[in-house]
């Protein structure tokens, strides 16, 4: 255990002597206080960040909004709050959905070889290859009623959220899947893991307490990395009108009505994009921070 | 060499297959079904009437079948009718293409040029501040999101500054060289500035790789200048795994293109797929998906053959 800590405590100073990526964790964490600031912000306020007054549209900030309101009335900065968690969540979750699908596919490819290895990663190559915004807005205009779900149901704000969250696992997988398989292949003629085969382990056991933790490094880099891919995914399909739907707000689908902003109220149309970069830019120079980190090769070139 | 095309040819057939299918099947999940439109103009139909409608035009067969029935009409270069457009499809297809694959094109090759300068630049001295600046460069063009910058330069150059055309491929009456090429230039900076962002990271990383490899070691000791050492003995290895990833990029390329098309009203394949599954032409949309699908993969097999051609090593 002590060990163990130790190589974590090392890879933590690493991290801090990596500016651009402590200043993204910083900034990341600021971010999130800020869309967590929605909820203390709305109890000591009263003000219900989807109410629209059309009365109000337009309004130019004060002390009440901050930000103003948008083109419906509504009040931006809680709207930007608001937004942010759904992205982000979406951002989180579908980074590990796809992140479990991936993993799967990798570890079955690398860790049994042969056949099933030629049949997933040709499938995997396919995937790639495909241009995925298409696909994705294909996905998002499937009717969800002809599949099975009640009206009731898919045209509810859940639906749209958990909607987007699966197809962007579903096509963004490919990445992990390759790197999986190429860390299994690298480590699965390691000693420790025929020791471990010889003493009678099961395959299952092999890769959960040899493989998987031995493969984690390149892992977190990754899902790093996809998190802010998805926060873009996301922010597309919500803004071309196939991913979250208002009235509940997301990042994306608050620029909606952003090319007639630009001309009439352009700060609009600037705000939820701004946020989008940095965010998206903070994950991406993050990865880039913790693949310093978790490389041993990076101590001796300080 | 013939094998390995043939064999890579076949399995790319087989992936725009496979995918005919997917998408055949997902366009059929969509709202709406092919005879709303019909239905819709006739008052007083009756349930029985839309289901004898269906038997003539084959809905009410199993997907298998209607699939199987699309894939032969296809294969014979009929691709159906564009509901929204009323012609037959390959007849926007095609001028759409065209629009899309220009814009593509000169946008890989204004970032494959940028990223290179960029890329060499930045592994020459990593870690120093010019390999600092350029990081942030190419952190930026992968972090931001397509459709916003679109959006930022519209209101940057359309909007305040007046000096280009928000939307639009050509102004009406006026089609010269000049008015079109000034309705390309936001679009088509878009798309590279996005682009370039990945590109130079990969030819950064690459670059430093290959700096560190003994053969440079040998040149630079043998006297060889350094900016030969660099763009000869180096450059010549590091584009290896270069053109293939940025050939393989053709498929966000491609993504991107539909964006930027989108925002800036050009008339290319995005543009016209996006607008076929908002409008719900079947058609349109599978045939324009499925031609998307041939583009990325013919840019993979390019990249293919062009790794095996630069790579000694790789017999064909």
Same mark, same amino acid.
Request: aromatic share 10%; with cysteine; glycine share 8%.
């Given at each position: ?33 800020? +869309? ?15 109410? #629209? ?43 590990? *959905?796809?992140? $479990? ?18 049949? *997933? ?16 807005? +294909? ?31 579903? $096509? ?12 299994? *292949? ?8 025929? #020791?471990?085969?010889? #003493? ?7 890769? #959960? ?27 597309? *399909? ?23 902003? $630009? ?40 | ?64 079948? !209607? ?144 700096? !560190? ?104």
């Amino acid at each position: 255990m002590s060990a163990a800590s130790g190589i974590w405590a090392r890879r933590w100073q690493r991290l801090r002597g990596h500016r651009a990526g402590m200043a993204s964790l910083i900034l990341l964490a600021v971010l999130l206080l800020f +869309v967590l600031a929605d909820f203390p912000l709305e109890a000591l306020t009263g003000i219900d960040p989807n109410e #629209a007054d059309l009365f109000a549209r337009f309004d130019p900030p004060s002390w009440a909004h901050p930000l103003g309101m948008d083109e419906a009335g509504r009040d931006v900065l809680l709207r930007l709050m608001v937004g942010g968690q759904v992205s982000l969540l979406v951002g989180v979750l579908a980074t590990l *959905l796809g992140g $479990v699908i991936g993993i799967a596919v990798g570890v079955a490819a690398g860790f049994w070889g042969g056949r099933l290895d030629a049949l *997933l990663m040709r499938f995997t190559d396919g995937m790639i290859a495909l241009p995925l915004l298409p696909l994705l807005i +294909v996905l998002g205009a499937v009717d969800l009623t002809k599949i099975g779900f009640s009206s009731e149901f898919a045209h509810s704000g859940a639906a749209g959220f958990w909607r987007i969250v699966v197809i962007i696992a579903l $096509v963004d997988w490919t990445a992990i899947a390759r790197l999986v398989r190429a860390s299994t *292949l690298q480590i699965r003629e390691r000693d420790y893991i025929r #020791a471990a085969r010889a #003493a009678g382990a099961g395959a299952w056991d092999i890769i #959960a307490t040899h493989i998987l933790p031995n493969i984690a490094t390149p892992i977190i880099v990754a899902f790093t990395l996809t998190v802010g891919r998805v926060i873009l995914f996301e922010s597309v *399909l919500s803004f071309l009108g196939f991913g979250v739907v208002p009235p509940t707000p997301s990042w994306g689908n608050m620029l909606n009505n952003a090319q007639e902003l $630009v001309t009439t109220a352009p700060l609009l149309a600037i705000y939820p994009g701004a946020l989008i970069f940095l965010v998206v830019m903070a994950v991406n120079f993050l990865g880039d921070g913790l693949q310093h980190a978790f490389d041993p090769r990076s101590e001796h070139q300080e | 060499m013939n094998r390995f095309i043939l064999r890579r040819l076949l399995q790319s057939a087989l992936v725009l297959l496979v995918m005919s299918f997917v998408i055949y099947g997902l366009i059929g999940l969509m709202p709406g079904d092919p005879l709303d439109v019909m239905v819709a103009s006739v008052p007083g139909v009756t349930p029985e009437q839309i289901a004898r409608l269906r038997a003539i035009y084959g809905l009410d067969q199993p997907l298998m079948l !209607r699939y199987f029935h699309w894939l032969m009409a296809a294969l014979q270069g009929d691709l159906g009718y564009s509901r929204s457009h009323s012609v037959p499809v390959l007849a926007v297809l095609a001028p759409a293409l065209w629009t899309t694959c220009k814009l593509m094109l000169i946008s890989f090759v204004i970032a494959v040029a940028f990223s290179f300068v960029l890329g060499i630049t930045a592994a020459l001295k990593p870690g120093g501040w010019l390999d600092g600046v350029i990081s942030l460069v190419a952190f930026a063009g992968i972090s931001v999101p397509v459709f916003w910058l679109a959006l930022m330069m519209i209101l940057v150059f359309a909007v305040e500054l007046h000096w280009l055309p928000a939307s639009g491929g050509s102004t009406v009456g006026d089609g010269s060289f000049v008015d079109q090429f000034r309705h390309m230039v936001m679009p088509v900076t878009t798309l590279a500035l996005a682009t370039t962002g990945g590109f130079t990271r990969f030819v950064r990383a690459s670059m430093i790789e290959t700096l !560190r490899a003994d053969h440079i070691r040998t040149a630079r000791a043998k006297g060889n200048p350094p900016s030969r050492v660099v763009l000869v003995h180096a450059l010549r290895n590091a584009m290896i795994p270069v053109l293939t990833v940025m050939a393989l990029s053709f498929g966000s390329l491609f993504s991107g293109a539909l964006l930027t098309e989108t925002m800036f009203a050009q008339p290319g394949m995005g543009k016209l797929i996006y607008d076929a599954i908002l409008s719900n032409d079947f058609n349109l949309a599978l045939s324009g998906l499925l031609f998307a699908t041939l583009i990325t993969l013919l840019a993979n097999l390019a990249a293919d053959l062009a790794y095996a051609w630069l790579d000694p090593r790789i017999k064909l």
